[in-house]
């Protein structure tokens, strides 16, 4: 592989149910990132993570929750969905959390939540 | 709070110029970048900016005004190919970005 990967490419769920979204980077970058981007909307940051063993929360972190047990995988989680949560989810990641770095995007995941 | 605006749509003729505007308001700045992004898929990475002044990358530059919380894309001897969205997106005080809903290119023949 080459690059960012994120599975599935597209999934529909029922409320309630739990949902885990998996991404993975070849790169060796040290940050990741997911993202929600929703029509007439910009891309929001759900949870970041600088380094392996470190995450922290983004502009709309509830219901979500993440973790980066190693340097390439940053799976994104939840319980419990709602519909709110209908979106496309993008992966990124980033050589560092620096200011001029920049972030490579994963190909997304659509969610639909019914 | 923290602000990106841009236009939501635009249409300009293959071959021509266009001008895609990007004003701010976000807590610290540390640089903007412009990414493109096709119906469907991933945004991918056209520009940073940090300085004031024009960056040109081929048929593609990037302004920035820091002092008036400003930035366009310009994009030369447009292509059919360049029809998509592009967004706006600025690094914030705690290393952020901050996107903007983005703009909607559409080349017509």
């Known amino acids: 592989i080459a690059g960012i990967t994120q599975a599935p490419t597209s999934q529909i769920l029922a409320a309630g149910r739990r949902m885990t979204l998996r991404c993975t980077q070849d790169m060796r970058h040290n940050a990741m990132y997911w993202y929600r981007q929703d029509l007439g909307l910009g891309l929001r940051l759900i949870h970041y993570?600088?380094?392996?063993?470190?995450?922290g929360k983004g502009e709309v972190p509830d219901g979500y929750s993440v973790s980066r047990a190693n340097t390439d995988d940053f799976p994104l989680t939840w319980a419990s969905a709602v519909p709110s949560q209908t979106s496309v989810y993008f992966c990124?990641?980033?050589?560092?959390?620096?200011?001029?770095?920049?972030?490579?995007f994963g190909p997304g995941t659509r969610l639909t939540v019914l | 709070g923290q602000n990106i605006d841009q236009p939501t749509e635009m249409t300009a003729t293959e071959g021509a110029i266009v001008q895609i505007n990007c004003t701010y308001q976000t807590s610290g700045f540390n640089g903007l970048f412009w990414y493109q992004q096709h119906a469907g898929e991933a945004p991918t990475f056209l520009s940073y900016?940090?300085l004031d002044g024009l960056e040109e990358k081929g048929r593609f530059s990037s302004f920035l005004s820091r002092s008036k919380g400003y930035s366009y894309l310009l994009l030369k001897e447009l292509q059919m190919k360049d029809s998509a969205s592009y967004l706006c997106a600025v690094k914030d005080s705690n290393y952020q970005l901050i996107w903007g809903a983005g703009t909607k290119l559409i080349i017509k023949p």
């Open positions: 990124a990641s980033s050589d560092s959390g620096a200011a001029a770095d920049t972030q490579y």
């Open positions: 900016n940090v």
């Open positions: 993570s600088n380094t392996a063993g470190t995450t």
